[in-house]
């Protein structure tokens, strides 16, 4: 994970770029009513002076009537004009967040496609993940506040300047040096919110999962533990609410000193024009144009500095934290190689997981043979699940190397590779697309994927699969609920259905009774034969299957062989089998 700070323009800057690059026609588009938005505000100024002058010229009959009204509907069209520039900006503003958006999450997500597994199990990424998504959602607008300062503000303060000068230099002048002391405020804003985003994140991710556990309608409400994770979301985020007061409390001083000076400024320049008035040296057209619109001159100045660029000071951490994400480089030069059906040898194999002290497995040494079925047991935290994710490549050891042939695992393609998970997924999509996910290059008829179904226990007659395998499923659109063991079945047919020489099925099947369980395991081995295979169970009645059986505790291998040999032993294998003897009576 590398960090880089950079300040608002730099990121900005960037942020930009990428825009452009996502939706380049829409952002050019932005700009442009961005600059004819600051364009219509000095209209109104120019019209306003040029009506209230040709109404004095009128009472002195030195125009006609007919003048006088066309400079009135110049002066209501540059109102109408604003109006319409506004809402126009503003709308597609809008719009181009929500198409950026769309850009900035892919990014992300391919950006998490090319960590490593091992990553995930790391608070520090998982915090940093948290601070680039956060940042994804502020890119536009952050971006945007430079855009308006450039486009909107510029075009309008440096018109407004120029009008001003005309009218009397020193007018122009004045308005320059209060934007000076703003700017170094800001500098001190852009500091505290950057230290703020960055000791925040942890303490934003602890809370976002309190209230998640909080709002569980299942076993947090059974169990009553409800209020406990109430009390711990409430004081998670009491201590961040303290950490923003403190910035807040920083930025507002300042702010308000700020704002101290603008007032001074406003007063005097308002002084100037009634003294050049009085003196004869402005017109009274220019005088009530310059009235009407130093309000708003100022009502402009304090909104870009004391709140765009102040916003933009707060949420330019978060936009650091996602271009740094996005941008880190991950060395994905290995060239995959394709290993046809080989050995999966372990060598002297160690493993613990980030931020631990202890090997969650350690002195492995196995040799999996081409076509071999394999079956690990152990108990819970024995290591079983840690042994088949470095299996898959999923992890790397820490010492101790794993050779797919004479292929480093690291190196070895996994094109060819499967695996069922005890986790698995709920995709809510179609059956089939539930199956057919895993390898979408493969094309096979409807009947075949009914096979893979009939073969692994997915029941196709059931009342709620009323469309086949073209039944939706899951809820949240308005699919069928399958029970746990169905779901479990569906993982399985999925893993399956992928075109594989190597197949891990890690405890997959704690939803089904043991009978069937034994029942799917040798219609699996049926459908696999040929094919290495891994099968993690705490249910050893169904390792009769296996051509070899590993026992692990406390992450080594305690114990090796066939079933009839591991009983022969009679050691811990005998005992744990002894156990569970009375599921299968």
């Not at 503003?93 to 929500?98: F, G, K, N, P, V």
């Not at 000791?199 to 009553?224: F, H, K, Q, V």
């Not at 003196?279 to 220019?286: C, E, L, P, W």
């Amino acid at each position: 994970m590398i960090k880089r700070e950079n300040g608002f323009i730099c990121n900005s800057i960037k942020g930009i770029r990428i825009m452009y690059r996502a939706e380049p026609k829409m952002l050019l588009l932005n700009i442009f009513f961005t600059f004819l938005h600051g364009l219509s505000w000095t209209m109104q100024v120019v019209f306003t002076q040029r009506f209230f002058d040709s109404a004095q010229a009128l009472v002195r009959n030195k125009i006609s009537l007919a003048y006088v009204a066309i400079m009135l509907l110049g002066l209501i069209a540059s109102y109408a004009f604003c109006q319409v520039m506004n809402g126009v900006d503003n709308c597609h503003a809008r719009i181009l967040s929500l198409a950026i958006t769309k850009h900035t999450n892919l990014s992300i997500f391919k950006r998490i496609d090319t960590m490593n597994c091992i990553e995930f199990e790391d608070a520090n990424q998982l915090d940093y993940i948290n601070q680039a998504i956060n940042g994804a959602g502020n890119i536009v607008w952050v971006c945007l506040t430079l855009l308006d300062i450039i486009f909107f503000y510029t075009t309008y303060f440096v018109l407004m300047g120029i009008y001003l000068f005309t009218l009397k230099p020193v007018l122009s002048i004045s308005i320059l040096a209060i934007f000076i002391p703003c700017f170094i405020s800001n500098i001190i804003q852009i500091k505290t919110f950057k230290d703020l985003e960055n000791i925040s994140a942890p303490i934003r991710r602890e809370c976002d999962y309190y209230e998640s556990c909080a709002s569980d309608l299942r076993e947090t409400r059974l169990w009553g533990a409800t209020e406990h994770f109430k009390k711990l979301f409430t004081l998670c985020l009491k201590k961040l609410n303290r950490l923003t007061l403190r910035a807040q409390l920083k930025k507002n001083v300042i702010s308000m000193l700020m704002n101290f000076i603008t007032v001074i400024g406003y007063g005097v320049i308002l002084f100037m024009i009634f003294m050049l008035v009085l003196h004869k040296q402005i017109t009274v057209g220019a005088f009530t144009a310059v009235l009407s619109s130093i309000g708003r001159l100022f009502s402009f100045m304090s909104e870009v500095i004391s709140e765009r660029i102040s916003w933009a000071s707060e949420n330019v951490a978060t936009l650091d934290n996602y271009l740094s994400f996005v941008s880190d480089t991950v060395d994905n030069g290995v060239e995959k190689t394709r290993c046809e059906e080989s050995d999966i040898i372990l060598n002297n194999v160690a493993f613990k997981y980030p931020e631990s002290k202890k090997y969650a497995i350690k002195n492995i040494n196995l040799r999996i043979k081409k076509g071999q079925t394999l079956a690990i047991v152990g108990e819970n935290g024995s290591g079983k699940t840690t042994l088949c994710k470095l299996l898959l490549g999923l992890y790397s050891p820490t010492k101790g190397q794993i050779l797919v042939g004479n292929t480093s695992i690291e190196k070895a393609s996994n094109e060819k590779w499967s695996a069922i998970f005890q986790n698995y997924c709920k995709y809510k999509m179609t059956l089939k697309k539930n199956i057919t996910i895993s390898n979408e290059n493969r094309t096979d008829e409807d009947a075949d994927i009914e096979y893979i179904c009939k073969k692994t226990g997915v029941v196709l007659d059931d009342e709620k699969l009323l469309n086949g395998i073209n039944t939706m499923l899951g809820r949240d659109f308005a699919g069928a609920e399958l029970s746990g063991g169905q779901w479990q079945r569906v993982a399985i047919a999925r893993g399956i259905y992928r075109s594989y020489d190597f197949i891990v099925l890690d405890e997959p099947t704690s939803a089904i009774d043991p009978l069937e369980e034994t029942h799917l395991y040798e219609e699996f081995i049926d459908i696999c034969e040929g094919k290495t295979a891994v099968i993690v169970t705490h249910r050893l009645g169904s390792t009769k299957i296996a051509d070899c059986i590993i026992v692990m505790k406390d992450g080594i291998i305690v114990e090796q062989g066939t079933h009839a040999e591991l009983i022969e032993q009679n050691g811990e294998y005998k005992r744990m089998y002894d156990m569970q003897s009375k599921w299968y009576l």
